[in-house]
């Protein structure tokens, strides 16, 4: 085997330890409890059965806090067919997000998603007077082929079921009773009224980064030479600027990389106003080593992204070109930047 195809081989294996994008996260979890609680709502949205015990139409909803920007990846959720069976096939389902359950709501977007529900081995049994019945919960999950973008705070989410052919309405199982409470919207189009309850179901996905500038080998002049040979560190400033004072950053949970490949860390760090526009930003040093050794940039790499998490638990990203170098080349310019970095550092303390 070629040395190239070794190092290629370790990279694959090292990409797989991250990118220096965020990672996905549990965004918020309300997940079904061991005991399933009685029924669930009828939230078979397209159906009109009046035959059927409670409203025909009947669309349940209920809110989410996020910490911070997210954007929702993966959706989770139970339920049950009045029927009590486990469909093998794909059943289709409307996610509604919403931003406000004030009157009809306000839509931020919707998503049609089938799903087949898979058999949890629960079941809820009936409480209800005079209509008993065993149903199975299952669980879904959907991978939403466009994230769904969602702002810090309050979201609502509604969940129904799209198959009008069934005669079995399906059911949003409850994650607790009476809980925060949770909306049902008898008709569509009609005002979201309240109920107690809150229902099963969580939510996967990223935080979305406030944007923040960074600046690779902030005095190594504006072409940012990396040569993946060098035993030198690289130094990126994070810049502070009126909004967003980079001294908030916690630099341990700074990873670089190129945003196509892996990412790597840092253990090193000082402030000092690299800018001179008289605030102080953050110089993260990494070591080009680590960078070739965990697979965060190649002899292609462009870019350099730097994401980090804020001590208030904000993710930042920031990125800047930067210009793989060839070994003669990058050996002059590195050792001028980095006698010239080390010079201005030192006098700088
Ligand atoms: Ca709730
Ligand atoms: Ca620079
Ligand atoms: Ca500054």
């Known amino acids: 085997m070629r040395k190239g195809t070794v190092l290629v081989l370790l990279c694959l294996v090292g990409s797989a330890m991250g990118s220096p994008t965020p990672q996905s996260a549990v965004l918020f979890d309300q997940p079904l409890p061991e005991i ?116 810090a705070g309050e979201s609502f989410i509604a969940i129904s079921e799209n198959d009008s052919s069934t005669p079995a309405v399906w059911t949003w199982a409850f994650h607790q009773d009476p809980g925060s409470g949770s909306w049902y919207q008898p008709d569509h ?3 979201w009224l309240t109920a107690p309850g809150d229902m099963a179901f969580s939510l996967i996905g990223e935080p979305i980064p406030e944007a923040v500038s960074i600046d690779v080998r902030p005095w190594g002049g504006k072409r940012n030479h990396l040569r993946l040979r060098s035993r030198g560190l690289v130094p990126v400033a994070v810049l502070s600027d009126e909004g967003f004072d980079a001294r908030d950053i916690d630099p341990e949970t700074a990873r670089i990389g190129d945003p196509n490949l892996g990412a790597t860390g840092t253990d090193r760090w000082f402030l000092h106003d690299v800018d001179r526009d008289g605030d102080v930003d953050l110089v993260l040093l990494f070591r080009v080593r680590d960078l070739v050794e965990d697979c965060a940039i190649n002899s292609d790499t462009e870019t350099l992204t730097v994401t980090s998490t804020t001590r208030t638990g904000t993710v930042v990203a920031g990125s800047d070109g930067v210009e793989i170098v060839s070994r003669l080349a990058g050996w002059t310019r590195h050792r001028w930047s980095f006698r010239s970095w080390v010079r201005r550092w030192w006098s700088s303390r």
């Open 36 to 151: 399933p609680i009685r029924y669930g709502w009828n939230s078979d949205g397209s159906s009109s059965n009046a035959t059927e015990p409670f409203a025909s139409t009947v669309e349940i909803g209920d809110g989410f806090s996020l910490s911070a920007a997210a954007s929702v990846a993966s959706v989770t959720w139970w339920g049950s067919y009045w029927s009590g069976e486990v469909p093998a096939v794909a059943k289709e389902f409307e996610l509604r997000f919403l931003s406000d359950m004030t009157g009809a709501g306000n839509l931020i977007t919707s998503r049609t998603v089938t799903a087949v529900g898979e058999d949890t081995g629960l079941t809820v049994v009936s409480n209800i007077p005079g209509f008993p019945f065993t149903w199975k919960v299952m669980k879904y999950t959907v991978d939403l082929a466009a994230p769904v973008a969602l702002d």
């Open 189 to 191: 189009g009609a005002d």
